[in-house]
């Protein structure tokens, strides 16, 4: 059974600085990785997609990398804003049927 | 404009009255699925559809039914609802090319569902 982890389950960090996120899953056997994230109280928003082919993809300041056969994903956040703070979910599928979701980290930018 | 749009966003009812909650994509999604997300538990699955009277079960099911008549539409029904099922309910849709291809998911903005 897939699992996937994220920690830490919260972070905060000061205004500025870059950081890193993290997912891990048990099973390598993944077709690819998405990376979401959560404003309170609303809807998840898609920021990253890697496909089990590709190595990391990159949106702006977001940079996500895939190491499928360590179970590993991570995303960058360059120069972090206090916008920045949000959840964020990483989740991985396996066939289009279910993505099976980390429980998030939730991270705060102070000003 | 590309969305996932749901109704109702908030609703508070009681036990055991029938409820359905509405999802409506405007992207050709084959793939929609509903979620719902509990603190501690994360999102969970409760049922997805592959296509147009194509749906199965996900991770949670026990209470819910579904229906999937038009490609665009993927109502969430609650026939006799009970406390437990108070929760933060999502819709989701994306392209299904192929099983090894899943596209991106896109989410609704969420359904506040509290059952007294």
């Known amino acids: 059974k897939q699992e996937v982890t994220q920690i830490p389950a919260a972070l905060s960090v000061p205004e500025g600085e870059n950081l890193v996120l993290n997912c891990s899953f048990t099973d390598s056997a993944i077709y690819n990785l998405q990376w979401f994230r959560q404003d309170p109280g609303k809807g998840l928003t898609s920021l990253l997609l890697i496909q089990s082919s590709q190595r990391e993809q990159t949106s702006g300041r977001l940079n996500a990398s895939l190491d499928k056969s360590s179970g590993r994903s991570t995303l960058y956040i360059a120069a972090s804003q206090p916008g920045d703070s949000a959840t964020y979910l990483c989740a991985v599928s396996r066939g289009a049927q279910k993505l099976v979701f980390g429980q998030g980290t939730r991270l705060t930018i102070n000003p | 404009e590309a969305q996932v749009t749901q109704n109702p966003r908030y609703l508070i009812t009681v036990t055991g009255k029938k409820l359905t909650v509405t999802c409506s994509q405007n992207m050709n999604h084959e793939y929609m699925s509903w979620y719902r997300q509990d603190p501690g538990l994360g999102l969970r699955q409760i049922y997805y559809?592959?296509?147009?009277?194509?749906?199965d079960k996900g991770d949670v099911p026990e209470g819910y039914k579904v229906s999937r008549k038009e490609k665009r539409n993927f109502p969430l029904i609650l026939e006799s609802p009970s406390p437990n099922q108070t929760s933060l309910y999502f819709c989701?849709?994306?392209?299904?090319?192929?099983?090894?291809?899943?596209?991106?998911?896109?989410f609704g903005e969420g359904s506040r569902l509290t059952v007294l």
């Open positions: 559809s592959m296509n147009v009277e194509v749906t």
């Open positions: 989701a849709s994306r392209f299904f090319r192929s099983s090894r291809a899943p596209g991106e998911l896109f």
